[in-house]
């Protein structure tokens, strides 16, 4: 058995890998399932905290407290050093990261039966894109969490590298390889040289070809089909008697997964009482308020994050928004959701291209493309990554296991 373990601590959600004879990699962190959501749960009228599946159940019955998720998206910025506020008692973002680092560390010693002191952290190709500081700043973040809960011996690995590890360990001859992780906060990619033999190889610097990534993922997706779809019910794109815009901030923060707690402030609720005299169209801003006075926020994100799921096998979904005042359901439509999305996938498509000129490399050499990641499954890029290589193999990986088991594989060659 392997002596340390693999930790994919994801934006949406995490897994955690270990090698051992004879058995699957993934280690069952929440109720026998291998991913464990990146969220934390603060219930304020039971003052415990909860994580996962529990913590998105507590909050949708209604348990007064604070719900936190994407916490990977503050790595490297200067939110990192922020703090929410539940009952009075100031929460640092740190300690909330710490708390879930350590209680995935928790969960997998136990499903493993055994104390994990060494890991390999998965990391995607840029925590933060153009900014190579504020990139350092973020693993080195990462990394003083993980030792603050036990970890002693810490690597990384880039997430694209971790699962073509993975997808080698199912091939029987060689290959060329596009690794495509497309995760809730980046999109990842790698272009590595993979075969039966090459993995018996200690040092794998030489076959990896290309490394590239780009800070977009599946939380963006999400945010802007709230913004074209679902925010219009709640004013975004009104305007005031005066003919003025109503600000848009409000909309932005709470179609953004790590900045909708922003939305609750008292100030926050102060501008919009203002603003609500003054709207063109009071009653979508009163849906707002009345939203918002819930905090009811993630509620909303997580329908919208369904229906993107959705939209990836169907072309229209409806999306019952049953706590807005009056409910009302929303018709989503996937050319609706592909022209919101456009501009991103465009840029997803660019970084793509890069990668195959930073290796100089032309796309009918490449023969698979492995998609991996969460949120692969968004039919528009999927399709439009595909059309880069059109002449290679299309293979879809274990979209929320791959990376962990890759990083199993790694802390193998690099622990023992």
């Known amino acids: 058995m392997a002596i340390a373990c693999g930790v994919d601590f994801g934006t949406s959600n995490s897994t955690v890998g270990w090698v051992r004879p004879g058995q699957a990699p993934m280690l069952g962190l929440e109720d026998g399932k291998t991913t464990l959501p990146s969220v934390v749960f603060y219930n304020a009228e039971d003052e415990e905290v909860t994580f996962g599946r529990a913590a998105l159940a507590e909050y949708l019955a209604g348990y007064e407290g604070r719900l936190m998720r994407s916490l990977k998206s503050l790595l490297g910025t200067s939110l990192i050093?922020?703090?929410?506020?539940?009952?009075?008692?100031?929460?640092?973002?740190?300690?909330?990261?710490?708390?879930?680092?350590?209680?995935?560390?928790?969960?997998?010693?136990?499903?493993?039966?055994?104390?994990?002191?060494?890991?390999?952290?998965?990391?995607?190709?840029?925590?933060?894109?153009d900014s190579r500081a504020n990139d350092q700043l973020a693993e080195d973040t990462l990394a003083e969490v993980a030792r603050s809960v036990g970890f002693k011996d810490i690597a990384f690995q880039f997430e694209p590298i971790a699962a073509a590890f993975d997808y080698e360990s199912q091939i029987t001859r060689e290959e060329l390889v596009l690794i495509a992780d497309i995760g809730g906060g980046t999109s990842d990619f790698s272009l590595v040289r993979?075969?039966?033999?090459?993995?018996?190889?200690?040092?794998?610097?030489?076959?990896?070809?290309?490394?590239?990534?780009v800070h977009i993922g599946g939380t963006d997706f999400d945010k802007y089909l709230s913004l074209s779809s679902v925010m219009p019910l709640l004013g975004y794109g009104s305007r005031l008697r005066n003919n003025s815009d109503v600000p848009s901030s409000y909309y932005f923060n709470l179609a953004t997964w790590h900045t909708i707690n922003l939305a609750y402030t008292k100030k926050m609720w102060t501008q919009l009482s203002d603003l609500s005299r003054e709207a063109a169209e009071p009653e979508k801003l009163s849906r707002l308020q009345k939203l918002i006075d819930q905090r009811a926020g993630h509620w909303l994100a997580m329908q919208v994050e369904q229906g993107k799921i959705a939209l990836s096998d169907a072309a229209t979904v409806a999306l019952e928004l049953d706590r807005l005042s009056p409910a009302i359901t929303v018709e989503l439509q996937r050319p609706q959701f592909d022209a919101a999305i456009g501009h991103l996938v465009g840029s997803i498509e660019q970084t793509v291209h890069q990668l195959l000129a930073d290796?100089?490399?032309?796309?009918?050499?490449?023969?698979?493309?492995?998609?991996?990641?969460?949120?692969?499954?968004?039919?528009?890029?999927?399709?439009?990554?595909?059309?880069?290589?059109?002449?290679?193999?299309?293979?879809?990986?274990?979209?929320?296991?791959?990376?962990?088991?890759?990083?199993?594989?790694?802390?193998?060659?690099?622990?023992?």
């Not at 994990?116 to 840029?126: K, L, Q, S």
């Not at 059309?387 to 802390?411: T, W």
């Open 194 to 213: 993979l075969s039966p033999q090459r993995a018996l190889k200690a040092e794998r610097r030489d076959d990896i070809l290309a490394n590239g990534g």
């Open 81 to 129: 050093d922020g703090q929410t506020e539940v009952g009075g008692r100031a929460l640092p973002f740190r300690m909330l990261l710490a708390q879930f680092i350590g209680e995935l560390k928790k969960r997998a010693e136990r499903s493993a039966g055994r104390e994990f002191t060494a890991a390999v952290f998965g990391r995607p190709v840029f925590f933060i894109d």
């Open 359 to 416: 290796a100089g490399v032309t796309p009918e050499r490449v023969d698979t493309v492995f998609f991996t990641g969460g949120s692969s499954g968004v039919r528009l890029l999927r399709e439009r990554i595909a059309a880069l290589v059109p002449s290679a193999r299309k293979v879809e990986g274990d979209l929320f296991g791959s990376i962990g088991a890759g990083l199993a594989l790694d802390a193998v060659r690099k622990f023992g």
